[in-house]
């Protein structure tokens, strides 16, 4: 083989290799180049585990029915075990002169010339490739040697990076579950909620006012379309539907009155014209934090007011949710109370925001939010 040859070919192994984003494509695609680069009659890949064994071990060149005939993974022992440890290659002309030689299964095939290469990512062997029973008549060359090695470092960078990209994939599932909890929490919860408030009060005027259960049914019909819009907004990762169509400040005041119409506690709103431009995350934490010091306040307080003011201080924006219900001390928060109050934590710190929570036990709750311009 020319040297220009050796060079497509290589090039070919590595970019095969680099052109994968799964962790088991990369190891197989790197098994198979590896076996083709040389001329190998039989290939294997072993990724090592915590305990100095085999996390994983692949093979190329065996059927599916001789590979389940041999048996078990290979333990820590003999040449193979040797080697995931070990950074340096192993190139022999019969494998069973080294020293280390332990045995092989009945069903194993039989193995003569043999070159190993670690992969290794610094001073980390990720990976372990074995090769047997070259294709040439003189077995495995230092040529082939060196080209294994070549591929070998490319292939780490590949098996790294793959990992990396799975490891940011598993963070985003975790991180999109948990949105998606805390939204069901903060909104859709809070219209079920309501909704069965106002299905019980309906339920109670059938019999002796028939004109305001018709009336109080209509707001559960209106309430369950919301609560079904929120979901899907939820699903999508969209903001709440009543932000961009009317703004902060209109999207608040209409919460604010339809909790007023449902719930027992009287509910105001007061806003102002001068509140700054926020950014899309910073409305979405004002107003969702609002709903849930609401929520809290209309299910925990036993409140006969709840005040929502927006205001503008320091260039930005500030909230405050205020009730005169019975208060409580942190360490004595409900489940619930306790996760709304972790989920408006994570919202204002996502958004810039400082949170404080201020309530003492009879003296009311005060939830301040200020968010930047």
């Known amino acids: 083989m020319n040297v220009r040859s050796e060079l497509r070919d290589v090039s070919a192994a590595v970019l095969a290799v680099t052109a994968h984003l799964s962790v088991r494509d990369v190891l197989t695609t790197i098994l198979s180049a ?49 080697m995931l440890c070990d950074p340096n290659p192993v190139r022999l002309a019969d494998i069973r002169e080294h020293p280390h030689f332990g045995w092989w299964p009945k069903a194993h095939p039989w193995l003569t010339d043999f070159l190993g290469m670690p992969i290794s990512d610094g001073d980390e062997i990720v990976g372990e490739l074995f090769l047997a029973n070259s294709c040439k008549p003189d077995g495995f060359t230092a040529e082939d040697e060196e080209l294994v090695r070549l591929l070998a470092a490319h292939a780490a960078i590949a098996l790294v990076n793959a990992r990396l990209y799975e490891h940011s994939r598993e963070l985003s599932i975790v991180e999109e579950r948990n949105r998606i909890a805390r939204e ?67 999207a608040l005041r209409k919460q604010v009155e339809l909790l007023d119409r449902v719930h027992a506690p009287v509910l105001r709103f007061a806003g102002c014209d001068c509140v700054p431009v926020l950014t899309e995350q910073g409305q979405e934490a004002v107003y969702r ?43 004595s928060a409900v489940a619930g109370r306790r996760l709304g109050l972790a989920s408006m934590r994570e919202r204002a710190a996502e958004a810039g925001g400082t949170l404080t929570v201020t309530s003492e036990p009879g003296g009311g709750t005060t939830v301040r939010l200020a968010v930047p311009a």
Do not use: C
């Not at 903060?186 to 006012?209: E, H, M, N, P, Y």
């Not at 819009?229 to 699903?235: A, D, T, W, Y």
């Not at 609401?294 to 201080?313: P, S, W």
């Open 34 to 82: 590896a076996r083709k680069l040389v001329g190998a009659r039989y290939a294997a890949l072993g990724v090592p585990d915590e305990d100095g064994g085999f996390a994983e071990f692949l093979a190329d060149g065996l059927t599916d029915e001789e590979w389940d005939a041999i048996g078990p993974l290979p333990r820590q022992h003999g040449v193979l075990g040797l």
């Open 184 to 250: 069901l929490h903060d909104a859709v919860s809070q219209k079920l909620f309501s909704l069965r408030l106002t299905a019980d009060a309906a339920l109670g005027l059938i019999d002796r006012d028939p004109s305001r259960a018709k009336a109080e049914l209509a707001t559960v019909r209106r309430l369950a379309a919301e609560a079904s819009s929120e979901l899907r907004e939820i699903v999508v990762g969209h903001r709440p539907p009543d932000l961009d169509g009317d703004g902060l400040d209109k």
């Open 289 to 331: 934090i609002a709903q849930e010091a609401m929520h809290n306040a209309l299910r925990h307080a036993d409140a006969g007011r709840i005040d929502v003011v927006l205001t503008a201080d320091d260039g930005g924006t500030v909230l405050r949710v205020t009730d005169d219900g019975v208060g409580f001390a942190p360490a």
